[in-house]
């Protein structure tokens, strides 16, 4: 079974503030996970997977194995960084296709 | 630029009532998702197709059912809707490998009286 833990509701930082949004997975293989982000008003979207190695919008995750984690990082908040953000895993399935398995989500609220 | 559509933006119903909710993407990708999405408990997986009249259940299944005739197209059906199903729903489409993005639609708002 795979499991994505997010054990903060809601994350509030002042602006400039370092970020970080903590996700805990549980997965027999070797994961692929992901940050998506839902703006206000806005549709799901990625924002980041690890698979790519890349920084998008100065956030970055690094996936530690030995800790099962995949926490989001930003060294200094923005205000447009006000979002809701999901981590999520996914894996293959014995029966075919694959499935995202997403976390219940951190709200971060950068204040001025 | 992937595009994922869904029927209604907002939906009321009355308890009892069947409930079709579509869902459109135009990448010509193998995978579909139906998602609820609620407050405190993050989105859940109802049910996912990885081929064209292939489904899988997902986490929440029950009282949800789904329909996949053309690879486009990806309909969640709700057989007698009732209040615990007032949720926003989101769509969503993949290739097939696990390392791809899924992206969603703008979601549907129903609201079951």
């Known amino acids: 079974a795979q499991r994505v833990t997010q054990p903060e509701k809601l994350l509030s930082v002042f602006k400039g503030a370092p970020v970080e949004l903590k996700c805990n997975y549980s997965?027999?293989?070797?994961?692929?996970l992901f940050w998506y982000v839902q703006y206000s008003r806005q549709r799901l979207q990625l924002l980041l997977r690890?698979?790519s190695r890349e920084s998008i919008k100065g956030f970055t995750a690094d996936l530690n194995k030995g800790e099962t984690s995949f926490h989001l990082k930003k060294p200094f908040a923005q205000e447009e960084d006000s979002a809701m953000y999901y981590c999520?895993?996914?894996?293959?399935?014995?029966?075919?296709?694959?499935?995202?398995?997403f976390g219940t989500g951190t709200q971060l609220k950068v204040e001025l | 630029d992937v595009k994922v559509t869904q029927s209604s933006r907002y939906l009321v119903k009355r308890t009892g009532e069947k409930v079709f909710l579509e869902c459109v993407q135009d990448?010509?990708?193998?995978?579909m998702f139906w998602y609820r999405q609620d407050p405190g408990l993050g989105l859940r997986l109802i049910y996912f197709?990885?081929?064209?009249?292939?489904?899988e259940k997902g986490d929440i299944p029950e009282g949800y059912s789904v329909s996949r005739e053309k690879k486009e197209r990806f309909s969640l059906i709700l057989e007698s809707a009732s209040t615990n199903q007032t949720s926003m729903y989101l769509c969503?489409?993949?290739?097939?490998?696990?390392?791809?993005?899924?992206?969603f639609g703008p979601g549907t708002r129903l609201l079951v009286l």
């Open positions: 990448m010509d990708h193998e995978n």
């Open positions: 997965y027999s293989g070797s994961p692929e």
């Open positions: 999520a895993l996914s894996g293959y399935l014995t029966g075919g296709g694959n499935k995202l398995t």
């Open positions: 690890h698979i």
């Open positions: 197709s990885y081929d064209v009249k292939m489904k």
């Open positions: 969503a489409s993949s290739r097939g490998q696990p390392q791809e993005t899924q992206y």
